[in-house]
């Protein structure tokens, strides 16, 4: 089992920066891509951003990509997402998720991450 904790999230204003983290623990050896998704309120899960623990290679939305950047460190402990220029649009629960798949693209589909952790919230006043 993999356990993820997010944390970071809080309320900003429009064109803020915010980073968030999320501490692993567990059996991560098991996972070989890490995830960041958010949802809004009565929307579905969305795919942020993705990093392979092993080369550190990325995958950004096309909302994201520019503005996000995501990170892991190499003890397969800790993932980060660094948001700038937040827009209001972007307020969510963010969430880490895990993959233990052995796909050579990163997944943007939420049913195919294992691992979740509680989310952590993001709000942005305009």
């Known amino acids: 089992q993999v356990q993820l904790v997010e944390s970071g999230g809080g309320l900003v204003q429009a064109g803020d920066s915010l980073k968030l983290s999320c501490a692993a623990s567990?059996?991560?050896?098991?996972?070989?891509?890490m995830a960041w998704f958010r949802q809004a309120p009565e929307k579905e899960r969305e795919f942020v951003a993705a990093?392979?623990?092993?080369?550190?290679?990325?995958s950004y939305s096309d909302s994201a990509k520019g503005r996000f950047t995501i990170s892991a460190d190499n003890a397969k402990t800790t993932v980060g997402l660094q948001m700038n220029s937040l827009k209001s649009e972007e307020t969510a629960i963010y969430y880490c998720?895990?993959?233990?798949?052995?796909?050579?693209?990163?997944?943007?589909?939420?049913?195919?991450?294992?691992?979740w952790g509680q989310g952590t919230q993001v709000t942005v006043s305009s």
């Open positions: 998720a895990g993959y233990t798949g052995s796909s050579w693209y990163f997944p943007t589909d939420p049913r195919r991450y294992a691992y």
């Open positions: 567990g059996q991560t050896a098991n996972t070989f891509i």
């Open positions: 990093i392979r623990w092993s080369g550190g290679s990325t």
